[in-house]
């Protein structure tokens, strides 16, 4: 199985920054599709970016130019910079990741994943 651990939501003002991180904790050898959405209280949960394992990254309409999505795979982890923050960005972030995965040199599979969350609050 793969567990993730996100981390480094909080609260800012309008036009800061801050960087969250998702690490996936797992015995099994992977390569990782990651993904970030998030959902504000009343919403439903929606996209915001996703990382390949090539590198290719797409990013929601409402967050393009001010995050950026990137990963560290010897570090099993993904972190999204957001600047430019805004009080619509106010929502709990979610990180969701696809694990392609082999155990113990055997084929495991493919499984989905999603962290517990993490607060992000921007106040104006």
């Known amino acids: 199985q793969v567990q993730l651990l996100e981390s480094g939501g909080g609260s800012v003002q309008a036009g800061g920054s801050l960087r969250l991180s998702c690490s996936a904790s797992?015995?099994?050898?992977?390569?990782?599709?990651w993904s970030w959405y998030r959902q504000a209280p009343g919403e439903e949960r929606e996209f915001v970016s996703s990382?390949?394992?090539?590198?290719?990254?797409k990013y929601a309409d409402s967050v393009k130019g001010r995050f950026t999505i990137s990963q560290d795979n010897a570090k099993n982890t993904m972190y999204l910079q957001m600047t430019s923050l805004k009080p619509e960005d106010t929502a709990m972030y979610y990180c969701?990741?696809?694990?392609?995965?082999?155990?113990?040199?055997?084929?495991w599979g493919q499984g989905s994943f999603w962290g517990q969350g993490t607060q992000v609050t921007v106040s104006s």
């Open positions: 969701d990741t696809l694990a392609l995965c082999s155990l113990r040199g055997e084929p």
């Open positions: 797992t015995r099994m050898d992977c390569t990782f599709k």
């Open positions: 990382i390949d394992g090539d590198g290719a990254s």
